[in-house]
Each structure stands twice: as structure tokens, then as C-alpha cells.
């Protein structure tokens, strides 16, 4: 969906929930769906997921971020974060499995046997624990490449 509607669906739902002082944003994470930021008192949206999705998925994930804000930093997703996040409509669960999500940009290849032994958003250079599940073949031999 779009971001305004999305941003206005996320403020309605605050709103509701009694959290009128707390502020939506986006942001570029590939990974998750949104996230709590107490320190700041705001919520923000992956502008990656809010495009994939519709407005039921981000009412899930809006409702999610929102059990986070009403429970407080400490719970995690405790039991206590559950009852609230069941409560209000959430799934309760850690992450929203039935979002779509951005696919992952860089694969790390094996060049020896040229298996994709893993894929990620984002590229880093941490490969020295890594090792081929194929071939058996240790990190030095393997390299990022990009998806498409
Ligand atoms: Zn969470
Ligand atoms: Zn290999």
C-alpha cells in the first residue's frame, strides 16, 4: 500500500490504543517489519513491507509494535507483551510470517563447487565462519555475489 494511507491507518490505530503522543515513521529495513523505539515514542514502518502488503498486514504489525509501547521496553516478548498483543488484535506472535518481504540482495558462492551457501540483505565481510555445506570448503574460497 501506499505510505500516507499507511501512516494514517498507523496514527488511527495509536490513537486508539491510547498512544495519541507517539509518532510513525518509515524506514529501509529489509529484514523486519517494523519497530518500537521507546527513547523516542515512535513506531517505525519498513517503507520495503508497507509496499509489498496491505492494510491488514500492517494493522498485524502496527498492533505488534503497539503491544511493545503499551508493555514497556523490559518485556520483550514476553508473556506479559503476548496477553496485550492477543488483547488488541495482534497475532501475538515474535514475527509477522505472513508478510511479504523484500527477497535478499547479495548470496554468498562457494567457487569451488559455485553453491549459494547463504543469502542476505546486506553485505558484510564476516564470512570466516562460514564454510560450503556442499563441498566442504572453507571461507576463504567463498564470495558475495549480487541477486536479482
Ligand atoms: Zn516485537
Ligand atoms: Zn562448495
Redesign the pocket.
Known amino acids: 500500500m501506499e505510505l500516507k494511507p499507511a501512516q494514517d491507518l498507523a496514527e488511527t490505530l495509536l490513537k486508539t490504543h491510547g498512544l495519541s503522543h507517539w509518532q510513525v515513521r518509515f524506514d529501509h529495513a529489509r529484514a523486519r517489519c517494523g519497530s518500537c523505539n521507546f527513547d523516542r515514542q515512535e513506531i517505525t514502518l519498513s517503507k520495503h513491507f508497507v509496499a509489498l502488503n496491505d492494510a491488514q498486514e500492517l494493522r498485524l504489525t502496527v498492533l505488534h509494535e503497539i503491544a511493545h509501547a503499551l508493555v514497556g521496553p523490559a518485556n520483550g516478548h514476553n508473556q506479559r507483551w503476548q496477553k496485550v498483543a492477543f488483547d488488541i488484535g495482534a497475532t501475538g506472535q515474535t514475527t509477522n510470517t505472513s508478510a511479504q518481504m523484500p527477497k535478499h540482495r547479495w548470496g554468498i558462492q562457494?567457487q569451488?563447487?559455485t553453491?549459494i551457501v547463504g543469502r542476505r540483505h546486506r553485505r558484510s565481510l564476516k564470512l570466516h565462519w562460514m564454510r560450503?555445506g556442499?563441498?566442504g570448503?572453507a571461507s576463504a574460497k567463498l564470495r558475495w555475489i549480487a541477486l536479482n
Do not use: G, L, P, R
Open positions: 562457494c569451488c563447487c553453491a560450503c556442499v563441498c570448503t
